[in-house]
């Protein structure tokens, strides 16, 4: 197996615990011997368990003296709650590493360096790109910015409604969106609703239909109380009530409880203050082919005044889910 077969299936790991390792970064990792064979492979374990590195190469064993590793992450450098995985692979005797995507977290960063003096050959790797964009993406962003990554989940007709006249929304999007979403679910850590939408709609906001380890936390935003019988606050999973509609001090509480990645799924108000604000990092769309002509728009106020104002976007990709088209998109411009 070359490299970046080896990275691809790196990814794979990295994809199987998303969800599962926050406020850690779901890294995947493989251990190649020295003639190319895969003789370990392994994936974050939740906080306070092995990195990737270290389940690979206690697979590998002593396969590993003398082979690769390929891993998602640069390999930290530093003694947290594990000790460093550099340290790990050179006590294998690992004679080559190659990573994707280097770490931007200062205080883990500079793995690839402390190898390189030690003799072993270490640089940047292939499917840097997929991996940001994939497995990583919400973790990179937590650790440039400090915050939570978000994701504006929504399902509109093609005219843009998110419901029709008379208030009636189920079901817009088709039962293979839906399915999907529910396992996109089960991949992030928390689902972010308006009071406004738990008084009106009283949702669920966990993963349904599909093996589930784990509920997402939910959370709801805005300073009114909740009624008393609302589902999200029965025994389901767990749920905090922010009594604030600041994004910045949202986005605070939830990165203080070790929250890297958020799906929105709120009404027009709430989704518009994030907008305001810059806090939207990804927009998923799923478009369903029907025009409703009236009802709700899924934006509510969001401070622009004119074209000029416009919030832009880059469309990363453009599939189709079931009937559906789906859209991901990104900010043009990163706010900081």
Known sequence: ??????????????????????????VGAVVLDAHGEVVGTGATRPPGGPHAEVVALAEAGERARGG????????????GRTPPCT????????????????DPNPLAAGGGAVLRAAGVDAEEGPLGLEVARGPLRAWLHYARTGRP???????????????AADGTSRWISSAESRQEVHALRTKIDAIMVGGGTVRADD???????????????????????????ARVLDAEAETVHL????????????????????????GPTLVGAFVAAGRIDRVLLYAAPKLLGAGPMALGESGVATI?????????????????????????????
Do not use: F
């Not at 390929?70 to 930290?76: A, D, H, N, Q, S």
């Not at 989940?153 to 005219?159: I, R």
């Open 1 to 26: 197996m070359n490299v970046e077969q080896a990275m691809a299936l790196a990814i794979g790991r990295s994809e199987s615990v998303r969800g599962t390792t926050s406020p850690n970064p779901p």
């Open 203 to 229: 949702p669920r906001l966990t993963a349904r239909g599909i093996p589930v380890e784990r509920q997402p936390l939910r959370v709801v935003v805005g300073k009114g109380d909740l009624p008393p019988g």
């Open 68 to 79: 690769t590793a390929v891993v998602t992450l640069e390999p930290c450098s530093h003694h």
């Open 87 to 102: 340290g790990a692979l050179l006590a294998a005797g690992i004679a080559r590493v190659r990573y994707a995507v280097p």
């Open 149 to 163: 990554h978000v994701t504006w989940k929504y399902a509109s007709t093609l005219d843009g409604r998110v419901a």
């Open 243 to 266: 009594r604030t509609h600041d994004p910045d001090e949202v986005l605070a509480g939830l990165a203080g409880r070790g929250v890297v990645d958020v799906l929105l799924e709120g």
């Open 308 to 336: 000029t104002d416009a919030v832009g976007l880059v469309v990363e990709e453009v599939s189709m889910c079931g009937p559906d088209v789906r859209i991901s998109a990104v900010p043009a411009v990163v706010s900081g």
